[in-house]
């Protein structure tokens, strides 16, 4: 059983920055990969970023691509979302999440956090 407790949401201009966090229970957490999911009002969960189990693959959705960096510290059960050069299109209720192999199906996870609000303002 793993718990994901998100953090660092918040209201920031367009082309600011913010860094999420996702604190993990558990000593299984190295072995999970993980991966962040965005959901806007009245719009699907939609895959951001996944990160494998060792930190060392990583993979983004286009539209976050060259903006937002994701990476894990498995001493610290902790994955992060670095997100530069926000849009107002980026905002979304943002979603950590955790399954057993790398995926950018919401399907193949199996813990997720309660989220965080994350808006953009032009």
């Known amino acids: 059983q793993v718990q994901l407790v998100e953090s660092g949401g918040g209201l920031v201009q367009a082309g600011g920055s913010l860094r999420l966090s996702c604190a993990a229970s558990?000593?299984?957490?190295?072995?999970?990969?993980m991966g962040w999911f965005r959901q806007a009002p009245g719009k699907e969960r939609l895959f951001v970023a996944g990160?494998?189990?060792?930190?060392?693959?990583?993979y983004y959705a286009d539209s976050v691509k060259g903006r937002f960096t994701i990476s894990r510290d498995n001493a610290k059960n902790t994955v992060y979302l670095q997100m530069d050069s926000l849009k107002p299109e980026d905002t979304a209720i943002y979603y950590c999440?955790?399954?057993?192999?790398?995926?950018?199906?919401?399907?193949?996870?199996?813990?997720w956090g309660q989220g965080t609000q994350v808006t953009v303002s032009s």
């Open positions: 999440t955790a399954g057993v192999s790398s995926s950018a199906r919401a399907s193949d996870y199996d813990y």
């Open positions: 558990g000593r299984t957490f190295s072995t999970y990969a």
């Open positions: 990160i494998n189990w060792g930190g060392g693959s990583t």
